[in-house]
């Protein structure tokens, strides 16, 4: 078939199956995980091998689409954080909950490939409406109140996403993101402002840890898994080709991974934690064009892991209203024992992966990243991987704390247990889909071996053990008050406003 029909109907293909999932919802949603698998299968042969599809939609003068090395990683990892959802979440659902991650995909599709600023403001702007209904699912006050709030300051950074490629246009008189070299720096900057509040970065990524945690862990999986990437794809486009954003980018990443990771540091709460864990880690992920979807891929399935596997009982506190009950009481069924251990398992490799342990997929994108930077900031992005550390170190030992104390370990371990666990495993289909993302995160650390040298395997694992002692350091230190305050304002004041403010910082401050 003609790429030039090939290509635009598998962009729309799973828009299309989530309306018609609408209609047929049990009749679709198998199809819907086959599709998945497809794409993720498609993508996953086609990152790195510098195969690149260039297409025009509606003929000459259409928009133009670019799918190549900067969209593979992120197709893959959002296809792969889809089906984890999926797989583990299905009896979860809401009415029309992956009708709505189907068209979120298309969105995410269409904003990894496109080169086009108008049909990146589109799909930027569909992808807010679905992460609103995925927010909001949880039909509790809070989550409605960040709903709101997500969707609110979402447009009013689209707003100025959508000043900044007009003001562009009368310069160049296009909407190419190649173009933009001939556009006045305000427009970029403008345009950046826009696209660091999607993806989630500090500052304007300070709406990250409130979401995070108050949504449903079906709905913070699909948020840090795919929805945070949708605005690192043209960022890294664009840092390709203007040397003063990827200057830029430079300056903003390694600020957002430092003190976000700080203040992940002394987050009492697993979600925010992980909240300004993405925003760190997305930081990082800006710092090199050539691997920040790599990066980005690579986080956002563990991220979504994480999310999958955390402990309901950080969640269960945060709404005590009637209209929560039924979730609350969905969400805290009692698993099998050795479910809950392999959860655990699965918890701790997939942190160990985001601090960059040998072995495991983050070892080989920290890696990547690291050797794509200039000496000055690979200083601080140690800096920021021994915090990563140590806030991994205490989710870790909060995860393990809290399965010793509820569970019964000794059930699970037991040898006379052995043969009714095997066939527990067997039996469920979640712990297959566990075990295939354990195996899944240690067969990736194996695509690039040239980079286990002895001096990497060495900092890595020394980095590890220094997260440790510095959370042992740090757990004593009542941080409440210092903690507390700020996120009692962020809650109170709000996400739009506070965007608003950040973006206008960004503009009288950094100037690009």
């Known amino acids: 078939m003609d790429s030039q029909i090939l290509l635009p109907a598998l962009i729309f293909l799973p828009a299309a199956l989530g309306f018609l999932g609408c209609v047929l919802p049990r009749i679709v949603f198998p199809v819907s995980v086959a599709m998945l698998l497809a794409y993720a299968f498609l993508s996953q042969n086609l990152i790195g091998s510098g195969v690149s599809y260039v297409f025009t939609l509606v003929g000459e003068g259409g928009i133009q689409f670019s799918i190549d090395l900067y969209t593979f990683p992120l197709v893959f990892g959002s296809s792969i954080t889809l089906l984890i959802c999926f797989g583990l979440f299905y009896r979860r659902f809401s009415h029309y909950f992956y009708q709505v991650c189907l068209v979120l995909f298309t969105a995410l599709l269409i904003a990894f490939s496109t080169v086009d600023l108008v049909s990146m403001f589109i799909a930027l702007e569909l992808v807010g409406f679905a992460a609103f209904l995925l927010i909001a699912d949880r039909s509790d006050k809070k989550s409605l109140f960040h709903a709101f709030q997500y969707l609110i300051g979402g447009g009013l950074a689209m707003l100025i996403y959508l000043i900044g490629v007009v003001q562009a246009f009368t310069y160049t008189g296009s909407f190419l993101l190649t173009d933009l070299v001939r556009a006045p720096e305000t427009a970029l900057c403008l345009i950046v402002a826009g696209l660091l509040t999607k993806s989630g970065v500090f500052l304007c990524g300070l709406w990250v840890p409130n979401i995070y945690s108050h949504a449903n862990c079906q709905s913070s999986a699909v948020l840090s898994?795919?929805?945070?990437?949708?605005?690192?794809?043209?960022?890294?486009?664009?840092?390709?080709?203007?040397?003063?954003?990827?200057?830029?980018?430079?300056?903003?990443?390694?600020?957002?991974?430092?003190?976000?990771?700080?203040?992940?540091?002394?987050?009492?709460?697993?979600?925010?934690?992980?909240?300004?864990?993405?925003?760190?880690?997305?930081?990082?992920?800006?710092?090199?064009?050539?691997?920040?979807?790599?990066?980005?891929?690579?986080?956002?399935?563990?991220?979504?892991?994480?999310?999958?596997?955390?402990?309901?009982?950080?969640?269960?506190?945060?709404?005590?209203?009637?209209?929560?009950?039924?979730?609350?009481?969905?969400?805290?069924?009692?698993?099998?024992?050795?479910?809950?251990?392999?959860?655990?398992?699965?918890?701790?490799?997939?942190?160990?992966?985001?601090?960059?342990?040998?072995?495991?997929?983050?070892?080989?994108?920290?890696?990547?990243?690291?050797?794509?930077?200039?000496?000055?900031?690979?200083?601080?992005?140690?800096?920021?991987?021994?915090?990563?550390?140590?806030?991994?170190?205490?989710?870790?030992?909060?995860?393990?704390?809290?399965?010793?104390?509820?569970?019964?370990?000794?059930?699970?371990?037991?040898?006379?247990?052995?043969?009714?666990?095997?066939?527990?495993?067997?039996?469920?289909?979640?712990?297959?889909?566990?075990?295939?993302?354990?195996?899944?995160?240690?067969?990736?650390?194996?695509?690039?071996?040239?980079?286990?040298?002895?001096?990497?395997?060495?900092?890595?694992?020394?980095?590890?053990?220094?997260?440790?002692?510095?959370?042992?350091?740090?757990?004593?230190?009542?941080a409440d008050e210092f903690v507390k305050p700020i996120t009692r304002t962020l809650d109170l004041v709000g996400a739009p406003f506070l965007v608003a403010a950040l973006l206008l910082a960004n503009l009288l401050y950094l100037k690009i």
């Open 225 to 478: 898994g795919c929805v945070t990437c949708a605005g690192i794809a043209p960022i890294a486009r664009m840092s390709q080709i203007l040397i003063p954003i990827g200057d830029s980018m430079v300056v903003i990443g390694v600020v957002s991974a430092v003190v976000a990771a700080i203040y992940a540091v002394f987050e009492r709460e697993s979600g925010r934690a992980l909240g300004w864990s993405s925003v760190s880690q997305l930081g990082i992920a800006i710092l090199s064009p050539t691997y920040a979807c790599a990066y980005a891929m690579q986080h956002g399935i563990c991220k979504a892991l994480l999310f999958s596997t955390l402990h309901t009982k950080d969640r269960s506190k945060l709404s005590d209203d009637s209209v929560s009950h039924l979730h609350n009481q969905l969400e805290n069924v009692p698993s099998l024992p050795v479910e809950e251990f392999i959860r655990v398992i699965v918890f701790v490799v997939a942190s160990l992966s985001i601090m960059g342990f040998p072995y495991l997929s983050g070892f080989i994108t920290k890696n990547w990243v690291k050797t794509d930077l200039p000496y000055e900031a690979k200083i601080i992005y140690t800096t920021a991987a021994l915090l990563t550390s140590t806030v991994y170190a205490r989710l870790i030992f909060d995860r393990v704390s809290n399965f010793i104390d509820h569970q019964q370990p000794q059930t699970v371990l037991a040898l006379r247990r052995i043969s009714l666990n095997i066939i527990d495993v067997l039996s469920t289909p979640r712990l297959w889909i566990l075990l295939v993302s354990i195996i899944s995160l240690i067969y990736f650390s194996f695509v690039d071996t040239t980079l286990y040298s002895t001096p990497s395997i060495r900092s890595a694992i020394v980095s590890a053990i220094l997260g440790g002692i510095l959370f042992i350091s740090v757990v004593g230190i009542q």
